[in-house]
T-cell receptor, first 113, second 119 residues
Framework: AQSVSQHNHHVILSEAASLELGCNYS??????LFWYVQYPGQHLQLLLK??????LVKGIKGFEAEFIKSKFSFNLRKPSVQWSDTAEYFC???????????FGRGTQLTVWP | GAVVSQHPSWVICKSGTSVKIECRSL??????MFWYRQFPKQSLMLMAT?????????EQGVEKDKFLINHASLTLSTLTVTSAHPEDSSFYIC???????????????FGPGTRLTVL
């Protein structure tokens, strides 16, 4: 079965610091990858997604992620975080466009002003 | 993006009662909806996949007689927690898959969640 691992459970940064959140998946075939964000009290929102093509994917709010097939990784990055980026971030994967999503356990990001 | 609503946003009930949670896709038709449960500081756990007009597919360990799912129309799925107990207290989230056009890649859109507290 597929699984998604997020190794950073809680990340604390100061504003303007750079961010990288790790995500690894276990699946040998074609995979669709996603990063979702959940702001306090709000629903999950899609940050970015990868299906095929350019492995460097740009999303909303200045986030990007790089798909490295050889490492089964899809790390999320942002060069300069803001206080408003404080939220829970979830990595997810699915094996096909009709498949179910498998979520990582999430990473709580806290940004101090 | 497409919008998914849930009602109610929070509910408090007594042990032994049943609670119904609605999930609606507001601007698209969803042949497939998903129900998740989220515990504090933990990930979303898929409970079941709901297909319009057919029986839901439950994940291993989820009691189908306790968590009744009905997907009677292309815009509405309901989750009924029957004979709720305190251990059923949790955050329940639905999502709906938008088949849309080729560019949507069957993206899932999430509802805002329903906080259930069973006393």
């Amino acid at each position: 079965a597929q699984s998604v691992s997020q190794h950073n459970h809680h990340v604390i940064l100061s504003e303007a610091a750079s961010l990288e959140l790790g995500c690894n998946y276990s699946y040998g075939g074609t995979v669709n990858l996603f990063w979702y964000v959940q702001y306090p009290g709000q629903h999950l929102q899609l940050l970015l997604k990868y299906f095929s093509g350019d492995p460097l994917v740009k999303g909303i709010k200045g986030f990007e992620a790089e798909f490295i097939k050889s490492k089964f990784s899809f790390n999320l990055r942002k060069p300069s975080v803001q206080w408003s980026d404080t939220a829970e971030y979830f990595c997810a994967a699915r094996g096909s466009t009709l498949g179910r999503l498998y979520f990582g356990r999430g990473t709580q990001l806290t940004v101090w002003p | 993006g497409a919008v998914v609503s849930q009602h109610p946003s929070w509910v408090i009930c007594k042990s032994g009662t049943s609670v119904k949670i609605e999930c609606r896709s507001l601007d698209f038709q969803a042949t497939t909806m998903f129900w998740y449960r989220q515990f504090p500081k933990q990930s979303l756990m898929l409970m079941a996949t709901s297909n319009e007009g057919s029986k839901a597919t439950y994940e291993q360990g989820v009691e189908k007689d306790k968590f009744l799912i009905n997907h009677a129309s292309l815009t509405l799925s309901t989750l009924t927690v029957t004979s709720a107990h305190p251990e059923d207290s949790s955050f329940y989230i639905c999502s709906a898959r938008d088949p849309g056009g080729a560019s949507s890649y069957n993206e899932q859109f999430f509802g805002p969640g329903t906080r259930l507290t069973v006393l």
